[in-house]
Each structure stands twice: as C-alpha cells, then as structure tokens.
C-alpha cells in the first residue's frame, strides 16, 4: 500500500489521491468544510441569486471588460439570438430540424436516431429512479428554520448489497444517499433498508395465521460502522450490544494496529476522518455486512435540495427482479418451505395463495410434514 504521513499542514485536510483515480488519503470532513470557506469569497456559498445587473458588473470587473462590451455579450449569447426557425413560430423543442447546421443540433439528432433505433422501453421502476434526484433539484423548504445552512456540508454515500448477494456485491450500489455533515451515523444507519432487517424470525407451517411478535429488526438492534481504525457501534437502545469487540480482541491477539470504539448516535460525519472513495463498513444482524463508500464530500449551493427535512436523500436504488412464486409464477413469494413433498423444488417459494392450497385442507389444518419460513423478497422494495 501507498504510504503517507500526516502533518499540522492545512493542506493535510484538503483531499489528495493516495491512489490515482480510486481513493484519496485520509482527511477531516470538518476541518476540510473550514478550509473551504476560509478560502471562498464572501457570497459565494450564498443561496441568494444575483440580479442581472449585480452578475453583470460582477462578471465586467473579473473579466476586465467595458460596459460596451458587456452590452454585446448580453445580445450575442442572448437565448433569443438562438434561432432556428421565424420568430413567429413556436417550436416543439422535441423536433430537431433536418437541415440544421449547428453542431449541438446535429449532435441531438445523431443521438435520439440512435435512441429510436434501440427500442428499448424503461418499466416504471426505471423512470422512479431516474427521477428521485430530479424532484428534489433546487427544492426550498417551507420554514426558514427548515433551511440547510449556507455552508453545510453534503456528502454522497453508495450503500451496497451485502456480501451474501454475489450477483451485484462488488458492481452496483443498492443504494446512493445524500447526507449533510450534520447528520450522525445513526441516521444513515436508519436510511439504509436491507431485506434482512425485515425479515421475519421463526418456523410457521402449524401456525401460519399467527402474526409474528417482531421482525429482525426491532429484536436484533446491534450495528456498527467502521471508518479509518474507529468501530462506530449503536447503543441507541437498552438491548444493544458492542458487536464489534469480537473483532477488536481477534485483531489483538494477531498484532493488529489498535482500534478504538465510539458510539454512532453521538458522531457526525464532520468528526468524521475518511477517504473518499475507499470502501467501509456497515455491519447489522450479527454477519449482515455491506461496502459503505463516500463517494463525493463538498459545500452545499443554491441548486440543492434546501429542505433539511427531506435529508438523508434518497437519489438512487438499484431495482431488483422480484422472485415469483414457484407454482403459479405470478405472485412474489411469501413462503419457503424446505422438506415439503408437495414442492416442486427443496427449498421452494409459495405465493400465500398457493402456499394455502396445497398444504392445508379447507379447516385450514396443515397436510403433510414440511417447514414453511415467511420470505421477504428484496424485489418487493423497488
């Protein structure tokens, strides 16, 4: 690995790449939201947006241009000087003209002759998750004190499938979330869904009418993020437990570097030492494990989502096929039954429908010996 040292320089908590183009080296997210606004000019993190006459004197004194010149500039890279068609005509801006000679033009219409020539539909999962990010482009909350603080911090974090999931471990983030350095560890702990939190614990097939008392979340509260040598654990709640020291006292007795422990619900991301772009760890459920990796650290501005009530965002989940059930293949599963002579597979999944019809008789007594499981599909969270 790539060796680095750190200093009382400044220039320690700017990002710099330990490995070209993958991570950088370690640094202080609030030390890094100082050097940031130390060095910006005053307005410039600013919500508010300039009048044309501000931006105009503001651009002329930069640029060093007169006022004449600043007259032409303003007609020449006018939108309305961007015609190509009379004046008196409203055009469809879906329809690009045949006989075009900008090159942006010729350009769009290469591409949607391509795009038509794919066919290929996007199903309503697709077009959701493009449009997350976009509903919330520039969106101003109701309140002032709802307000994200100029100068805030907004962090990008991919979330990805547990180690279990082979398919898309290492490839796709589940899920990508914009946080605020404000937030804690505990909060994004709670943004993130995994199908394994929802499971249901226990063995129904005599019972199946019977609501379970829980699901794996609300009994098994234990977590933990690992960042830079630092177990962040939840202990949030009573029954919680430090899941972590197993590995603290395995990695002792190996001459390991040391590690420390914190609690999640007390750190912030701007405590936080990280590196962007280097995977980490979010570890649930005893041995639920997924790659927790910042993706992009920086100053909040005016074209964010500014309702801080609406954080952690939520701007992308990687859709999931759903898993059908194995008799009728068009509910999702609900049931998996292993040991069943009535199934076509061992284990095997059931709709609740066809679960019922075949392995119990009109009194709803239970016909045969087989286990029956409830079954959470991930697809159902799309």
Not at 69 to 96: A, G, I, K, N
């Amino acid at each position: 690995m790539a060796a680095y040292s750190l200093s009382t320089d400044s220039t320690t908590n700017i990002p710099d790449y330990e490995y070209l183009d993958v991570n950088t080296k370690p640094f202080h997210i609030g030390s890094f939201r100082e050097e940031w606004l130390s060095r910006l000019k005053a307005g410039n993190s600013s919500y508010r947006h300039e009048d044309d006459d501000t931006f105009d004197a503001n651009f002329a004194k930069e640029m060093e241009v007169g006022v004449e010149t600043m007259t032409e500039l303003r007609s020449v890279c006018s939108v309305d000087s961007l015609r190509c068609h009379p004046e008196d005509q409203q055009p469809d801006t879906d329809v690009v003209p045949a006989d075009s000679t900008l090159k942006t033009l010729e350009q769009r219409k290469k591409r949607q002759d391509y795009k038509a020539s794919l066919k290929v539909t996007k199903n309503r999962h697709d077009l959701y998750a493009d449009e997350l990010e976009r509903l919330t482009f520039g969106r101003k909350p109701g309140a002032e004190a709802d307000l994200v603080p100029e100068g805030e911090v907004i962090l990008s974090i991919n979330v990805y499938y547990p180690a279990t999931f082979e398919k898309f471990t290492y490839v796709r983030p589940h899920m990508t979330l914009l946080m605020t350095g404000s937030h804690t560890l505990a909060e994004l702990r709670d943004a993130i869904c995994c199908v394994s939190d929802l499971q249901v614990c226990g063995e129904f097939s005599n019972t199946p009418d019977m609501a379970p008392d829980f699901i794996s979340k609300d009994h098994f509260k234990s977590a933990f993020f690992y960042f830079e040598g630092v177990f962040y654990n939840d202990m949030r709640f009573p029954e919680c437990q430090d899941i972590s020291i197993t590995t603290i006292e395995w990695a002792k007795t190996r001459n390991f570097p040391s590690y420390s422990q914190a609690k999640m619900e007390d750190t912030r991301f701007v405590d936080l030492k990280v590196k962007v772009g280097f995977p980490y760890l979010y570890c649930h459920q005893g041995d639920c494990e997924h790659l927790v990796i910042i993706t992009d650290v920086r100053l909040s501005h005016k074209d964010d989502c500014l309702d801080k009530k609406l954080y952690p965002l939520l701007t992308h989940k990687h859709r999931v096929t759903t898993q059908k059930c194995a008799v009728c293949h068009v509910f999702i599963g609900r049931w998996v039954t292993t040991n069943n002579q009535f199934a076509p597979s061992d284990p095997c999944l059931f709709c609740d429908k066809c679960f019922r019809m075949l392995h119990y008789d009109a009194d709803g007594n239970k016909l045969g010996d087989f286990l029956a499981y409830p079954f959470v599909d991930r697809g159902a969270f799309n």
